[in-house]
């Protein structure tokens, strides 16, 4: 029995987004003849129908589905069976039925009649956002896969095809038999065909039929949608799949890191003549000819078909990287089309000579000269900005600039009939100068934009935030260099012994404090973010691999690209430096070329000194991460990481006997942190990067002022490189004895206790650090290293910490205030030798609340528990003498 309970909106009715009067079919038909002057003519005639939500079985069961029925303010009605639908059925109503079962019977009658159906996700999904039912022609379940249009290419069983349909269909997709533009996802079972060519042209995603199937199973996921690209990647058809490739003239490291790239992109790979290779990938810089004729269906290609369908995702097509032999037929045909066999020929040849001879005059430094490839430890050490003790040619050698395709002088260099040395020097600076703007420009234009484009095939190759780490202030920095070098050109073309060099240096100084610096210290970031991305992502590596392949690099990294920045300033102080030399005592650029090199040097003083700071908070930063609970009020401007040491601690406090104890020695303060017993999760930051997990656990922060002695332990046979430290904790009536020993022998124990002397001494304003620092016996203070790492002491450390463990959970209370009140009350009563008075039981509970009593450290206060009841006799009379 159907329930007749109908719900009305206050508004009294409801529409759909395209609510039509008409069935579909008759709004198919009539909608060439509906025109906008008309609109108002058929609101007056045609009266406007309500809509009603029916629900079927299970779909009337559901409370939140009702409960989205009441946000939207759509009326409803429940149906057990379609039996009941000639009794419900209205002119005044249109109708939509809700059903939770799209292979269901009722689903089959109700679809067979022509009926509005929807699934349940719909009506949440537009309860949630606030809007009203979506009007569909079709069966609508979900709207995962609303505003998709898909084709589909190489199917060939026509049921499965159907199946895929309907499925889209019912996820609010559309299917396009022909492949246009308006495309926005190709489903592919094979990877031939026009279809897939064109998709690849285009960049649309190619999916496999996975990605169908996976999303219907995802259905009833009320937020979920086909196109998130965690989703949609992990179904996308991969470039090498139904491809098997075989390498040639490759070395061994590359070859091997081919294949795992084939593998990793859906391929396969067989040794070179196997007739089952689809493609035959050839180091066209290394073989001149092939060892076997190739069959018709065998793909030639060069590598850069590799790489390019690895950063596009998709297979490249094979016709543009076919691979063609030098001596080919075509290839000398084509070459005598273009040969210079005119009237003309003997005067373009002699032409053509007479140019490349005043380019070889003009241009004494070639960009690239020729060279082995410099290791990446000898190319990429940065060192001090300040060591200019290479001379000019050693700093050219690097090559200074591939051709790049920045604006070319507008005037060539003139060449006066008597070079004077000056003149030479200058012409260098300027050619050194425009070859490193040049490399700027390579590395933007061949790099940066690229990877910065919108719309790349595939997606984004980086993240905004690793492109903006990898590149950094280059941009700043070409803009700069590019003013000096358009400026020396003026100055070299003009040329006169009187012009000022040094002025040009000095009117940019202050832009090169502001660009160098951000870059110069990120550098080493830089270079791991490169390493780690290449590693990680293969569209990267692929992109890398192309580009640095190209003439404009090179045959140089990206990496040894961006160390040209680093390099740049040192060697134009040692060309200003030799162009002093040459310039006479009564030149007036003579006095200018000095402030130039001593601006210059500030410059990289800065430089230096900015990239030492950033150092050193980088360093306070990575202590934070490591130790879990670190005090937030490490991190300060002033304070920087001198030492870290790796002890054990040797005595109950400021941890248990045996633990390993890490000491990170500010140049004000102590961090204390123990090695943590249960290792935390990995912590991920918002971009996506991953840390490793804190490894050690917060103890105390001391300020090194509460530090009285350094006590260094004599080497007995039972006490071993152990220390100690006497502290006074500003809530301590006693010292503290802290005891350690040093597990590491990379830092001497004499040169670690004076290094902590001294900064102890410069924080209590001391010139007299030695005295700090007393030599005694380890007996006198209990303090052994015997059986530190026997078996039965790391056995009864861990019995220690088990108690522990054991204590606190069955413990009720972690302030027991009850016991230290009948505590107070039972010893007061003993003195007084009477029963406790109401007044007692009142001071005791205000006394028992507050942090004064005996043995009760302030919580609000950051200090180490004392611990000489036990030994406050010992430890007075071993330190009587040293205080």
Not at 219 to 247: G, Y
Not at 557 to 586: C, F, G, M, Y
Not at 776 to 790: A, Q
């Amino acid at each position: 029995m159907a329930d007749n309970s109908l719900l009305t909106s206050t508004t009294g009715r409801t529409s759909l987004v395209d609510s039509s009067i008409f069935d579909s079919k008759v709004a198919e038909t009539s909608k060439e003849n509906l025109f906008v002057g008309s609109t108002s003519y058929v609101e007056e005639e045609m009266p406007q129908i309500e809509t009603r939500v029916i629900l079927v079985q299970e779909a009337g069961k559901q409370e939140e589905l009702l409960k989205a029925l009441k946000e939207i303010k759509v009326p409803f009605i429940k149906m057990e069976s379609i039996e009941e639908f000639e009794d419900l059925d209205s002119p005044e109503f249109e109708n939509v039925f809700v059903v939770t079962d799209f292979q269901d019977s009722v689903f089959n009658d109700l679809h067979k009649t022509d009926c509005r159906i929807i699934g349940p996700p719909v009506v949440l999904n537009c309860a949630q956002k606030g809007e009203p039912l979506p009007f569909s022609c079709r069966p609508l379940y979900c709207t995962s896969m609303m505003n998709l249009v898909l084709c589909f290419t190489g199917f060939r069983k026509k049921e499965e095809l159907v199946r895929l349909v309907t499925l889209v269909h019912h996820m609010g997709g559309v299917i396009r038999k022909d492949f246009n533009s308006k495309v926005t996802h190709l489903v592919a079972n094979c990877t031939q065909g026009e279809k897939f060519r064109v998709a690849v042209s285009l960049g649309t995603p190619i999916m496999k039929t996975e990605w169908i199937y996976k999303a219907w199973e995802r259905r009833n996921e009320q937020d979920f949608c086909a196109t998130i690209d965690d989703f949609r990647n992990e179904f996308k058809v991969p470039p090498f799949q139904d491809c098997i490739l075989s390498f040639l003239g490759f070395s061994d490291e590359e070859k091997a890191n081919m294949e795992e790239m084939t593998e990793m992109q859906g391929g396969k790979y067989l040794p070179v003549g196997d007739e089952r290779c689809t493609h035959l990938i050839v180091e066209e810089n290394i073989v001149k000819e092939l060892p076997f004729e190739p069959s018709k269906k065998l793909y030639v290609v060069k590598q850069e078909w590799f790489w390019g369908s690895i950063q596009m995702d998709a297979r490249a097509g094979e016709t543009m990287y076919l691979y063609e032999k030098a001596n080919t037929p075509e290839l000398k045909k084509s070459v005598s089309l273009l040969s210079l066999s005119t009237p003309n020929s003997n005067r373009k040849r002699r032409r053509l000579k007479e140019t490349l001879a005043q380019l070889s005059r003009e241009t004494d430094l070639s960009p690239f000269p020729p060279r082995k490839r410099p290791s990446a430890e000898h190319s990429l050490s940065i060192g001090s900005l300040l060591d200019i003790s290479n001379t000019p040619d050693s700093s050219i050698n690097y090559g200074e600039t591939p051709k790049s395709c920045t604006k070319s002088s507008k005037n060539s260099t003139p060449i006066p009939l008597k070079q004077s040395a000056r003149w030479q020097v200058a012409k260098e600076l300027y050619q050194t100068e425009s070859n490193y703007v040049n490399i700027l420009a390579t590395i933007i234009q061949l790099f940066q934009v690229p990877l910065e484009e919108e719309g790349q095939r595939g997606g984004p190759i980086l993240a905004p935030e690793e492109i903006k780490t990898i590149f950094g202030s280059i941009p700043d920095i070409f803009d700069v260099h590019t003013k000096i070098k358009d400026d020396l050109e003026d100055l070299i073309v003009n040329w006169d012994e009187s012009k000022s060099i040094g002025d040009i240096f000095l009117k940019y100084s202050k832009d090169l404090v502001k660009t160098y610096p951000p870059f110069v210290n990120f550098f080493e970031m830089s270079k791991e973010t490169i390493i780690k991305c290449e590693k990680q992502k293969p569209r990267f590596h692929a992109f890398l691999k192309i580009n640095q392949a190209k003439p404009e690099c090179g045959r140089q990294s990206l990496v040894e690209l961006l160390i040209r920045p680093v390099q740049r300033l040192p060697s134009v102080a040692l060309l200003l430096n030799d162009l002093k030399k040459h310039t006479a005592d009564e030149n007036p650029d003579k006095s200018t070329l000095e402030k130039a090199i001593g601006s210059l040097k500030e410059v990289m003083t800065h430089i230096n000194e900015d990239k030492r700071k950033t150092e050193a908070q980088k360093q306070i930063f990575d202590v934070v991460y490591e130790v879990d609970g670190c005090p937030a009020n490490l991190l300060s401007s002033h304070r920087s990481l001198v030492q870290r040491v790796e002890t054990i601690s040797l005595g109950e406090h400021p941890c248990d006997r045996g633990e390993q104890v890490t000491l990170f020695l500010f140049n004000d303060c102590l961090e204390i942190a123990r090695k943590r017993h249960k290792v935390i999760g990995t912590f991920r930051s918002p971009h996506g990067h991953t840390r490793p997990p804190a490894s050690l656990k917060h103890i105390h922060l001391m300020p090194l002022s509460q530090i009285k002695k350094v006590l260094d332990l004599r080497e007995t046979e039972d006490c071993h490189n152990a220390f100690a430290l006497l502290v006074r904790p500003p809530t301590e009536q006693a010292n503290v004895l802290l005891s350690f020993q040093m597990t590491s022998d990379d830092l001497p124990k004499e040169n670690w206790l004076k290094m902590l002397c001294r900064h102890v001494a410069n924080t209590i304003c001391k010139a007299d650090a030695e005295n700090l620092m007393y030599t005694v016996d380890p007996e006198s203070f209990e303090v052994n290293t015997k059986d530190m790492d026997s078996t039965l002491s790391r056995a009864s450390r861990a019995i220690k910490k088990t108690s522990k463990k054991v204590t606190r959970a069955f413990s009720f209370s972690k302030t027991p205030k009850r016991a230290f009140r009948m505590a107070l009350m039972t010893s007061h009563n003993s003195a007084e030798g009477r029963s406790p008075t109401s007044s007692d039981k009142h001071v005791v509970s205000r006394l028992s609340s507050t942090s004064s009593l005996a043995g009760i450290p302030s919580p609000s206060l950051v200090s180490l528990p004392s611990f000489f009841e036990r030994r406050s006799h010992t430890l007075s009379r071993s330190t009587t003498h040293l205080i």
